[in-house]
């Protein structure tokens, strides 16, 4: 079955901790993609990567980091510097962009801050 | 920068109405607007990807048109079922190669 997975489904973090967050593809897609979304507000790009080893800032990158060490491989570490981090995130891929083409998503990953 | 809004954010409708979510856009310079489905605590569906090109894209009830020129999508729902209850996202893709999303209408239809 292609697709892309995200685990945990929901996650508890405690003050000051980081959390790593998981998304994995098996659709061969170049391009992999971490969002947030918030209550009332449209997603909002944290990190892209377009390639292995290669990654670029979204608008809402501070607090987050990112690695890319295999093609279906695209972790999304929250770290204690985000202030805000309680949101649900959402990892998409997509071949070289999303030119011509959707973007595939995941089902998502919820972080409660307690 | 680009801005998406989407009109009205939220609605209810009876099952087997017909019915028009509206999506605005301010930078016209768009390679491609989409059509995403959500349902609630799940990841995003494509629904229907328009090119910049094109007019509109229809899939079974489902037809999406597109003004670039007026900044303007619709998404126009036939005889609408419980079923079709989510939230409908429209996204832009533009020249600055990233996705911009609206904030989503919240759809209900009922039974």
């Known amino acids: 079955d292609g697709g892309i997975t995200q685990s945990p489904k929901y996650l508890f973090r405690k003050e000051g901790q980081n959390v790593t967050l998981s998304c994995e593809q098996n659709l061969n897609h170049d391009a992999m993609y971490w969002y947030r979304q918030d209550p009332g507000q449209g997603l909002r790009l944290i990190y892209y990567s377009q390639i292995v080893n290669d990654f670029q800032k979204g608008d809402i990158a501070e607090g987050y980091s990112v690695s890319r060490e295999k093609k279906e491989s695209f972790p999304l570490t929250v770290t204690s510097a985000q202030k805000n981090p309680t949101a649900f995130y959402l990892c998409?891929?997509?071949?070289?962009?999303?030119?011509?083409?959707?973007?595939?998503f995941g089902p998502g990953t919820r972080l409660t801050v307690l | 920068k680009q801005e998406v809004t989407q009109i009205p954010a939220a609605l209810s409708v009876p099952e087997g109405e017909n019915l028009v979510l509206n999506c605005s856009f301010t930078?016209?310079?768009?390679?491609?607007l989409q059509w995403f489905r959500q349902d609630p605590g799940k990841g995003l569906t494509s629904l229907l990807l328009i090119q910049s090109s094109q007019r509109e894209q229809t899939s079974g009830r489902l037809n999406a048109s597109l003004d670039k020129s007026s900044g303007r999508s619709t998404l126009y729902i036939a005889a609408s079922q419980p079923g079709d209850s989510a939230t409908y996202l429209c996204?832009?893709?533009?020249?600055?190669?990233?996705?911009?999303f609206g904030a989503g209408t919240i759809l209900r239809v009922k039974s």
């Open positions: 930078d016209s310079a768009i390679y491609n």
């Open positions: 998409a891929s997509s071949w070289e962009g999303a030119r011509t083409d959707t973007q595939y």
């Open positions: 996204v832009t893709f533009g020249y600055g190669n990233k996705l911009v």
